[in-house]
């Protein structure tokens, strides 16, 4: 299980995805993690998650998963629900 401290989401929260994926590219182009990290007010560890997640995606593409993520969320609470009135 893993367990996520406050900050770290809070710092995630405050970036779009579009923003995610500037950073990366900023990264990519010209500039160490750390120096991108200090401009842009996040960590490493936060920049890498970003990386494992979104490296390699485009702005369409980086919709089209936020998309499917909340498509995948719904879809698990239909599930859940209909087997909870289901039990009954």
């Not at 990386?51 to 498509?71: F, I, N, T």
Request: aromatic share 6%; net charge negative.
């Amino acid at each position: 299980m893993r367990v996520r401290h406050q900050e770290t989401d809070d710092e995630e929260e405050a970036v779009q995805r579009g923003q995610i994926i500037g950073v990366l590219g900023e990264q990519e182009s010209r500039a160490t993690t750390a120096e991108v990290g200090r401009r842009k007010g996040i960590s490493e560890q936060i920049f890498y998650r970003w990386k494992a997640e979104y490296g390699g995606l485009g702005a369409s593409d980086a919709q089209r998963l936020k998309s499917l993520q909340d498509e995948n969320r719904w879809l698990k609470e239909l599930l859940a629900e209909s087997m909870l009135g289901s039990g009954r």
